[in-house]
């Protein structure tokens, strides 16, 4: 099976930019799709392939290179401090979902 | 607006079987292009993919859940379930269910496919101790 490694935790400052990274061989092959987690709530997607689901803001957005996928903040705001979570599919069986351990985003 | 809830014991004891049921309102069940999926977390951890059906009963499972895993689809419900058997204090977790979808997109010669949960239900705890 596959794996997706993120970085556990990850910070930046009100108002700047920020990237989180998540990176795997199944993402050579297919796209990623990124779910914002705050605490004790049910995680939300925010980014799938290309795409960004209607309601979502415009500052978060998505990229693919190699076997990395990102998701970018521009311009950061308090309340997107939260957990995120990348998830693809299986490199050996595109029918098989795997995520990734997570990265905690700190605004400061 | 599809909306999803999940249902069942929050205390299971080890070596029974947790049983739970998603519950889809808003939508149809048998709306294609959609898998409806278990994920669970554990405390203080990561999500962690359990499985997924489609309305027509295909089902695909983790591979080290596999062993003890069924999901299954009552259409005219509009519901679907799962069954882990033989559990342990491992298995305590929230257990959330959600909708995947699965979107075609035209690029150049080929079509992307692009997958996302974009619904999920709101989680419920289920601790198994005796």
């Known amino acids: 099976s596959s794996e997706l490694t993120q970085d556990p935790a990850v910070s930046v400052a009100l108002g700047q930019t920020v990237r989180i990274t998540c990176q795997g061989n199944?993402?050579?092959?297919?796209?990623a799709s990124w779910y914002q987690q705050k605490p004790g709530q049910a995680p939300v997607l925010v980014i799938y392939g290309k795409k960004r689901p209607s309601g979502i803001p415009d500052r978060f957005s998505g990229s693919n290179s190699g076997n990395t996928t990102s998701l970018t903040i521009t311009g950061a705001q308090a309340e997107d401090e939260a957990d995120y979570y990348c998830?693809?599919?299986?490199?050996?069986?595109?029918?098989?979902?795997?995520f990734g351990g997570g990265t905690k985003l700190t605004v400061l | 607006q599809v909306q999803l809830q999940e249902s069942g014991p929050g205390l299971v004891k080890p070596s029974q079987t947790l049983s739970l049921t998603c519950t889809v309102s808003g939508g149809s069940i048998r709306s294609g292009g959609h898998y409806w999926s278990w994920i669970r977390q554990h405390p203080g951890k990561g999500l962690e993919w359990i499985g997924y059906i489609y309305y027509s009963g295909s089902t695909y499972y983790n591979p080290s859940l596999k062993s003890r895993l069924t999901i299954s689809v009552d259409t005219s419900k509009n519901q679907f379930s799962l069954k882990l058997s033989s559990v342990t204090a491992a298995d305590t977790a929230v257990y959330y269910c959600a909708r995947e979808m699965i979107v075609g997109v035209p690029a150049d010669m080929v079509i992307e496919y692009y997958y996302g949960m974009d619904v999920w239900g709101q989680g419920t705890t289920v601790t198994v101790s005796s």
């Open positions: 199944s993402l050579r092959s297919n796209y």
């Open positions: 998830n693809s599919r299986d490199s050996s069986d595109n029918h098989l979902v795997v």
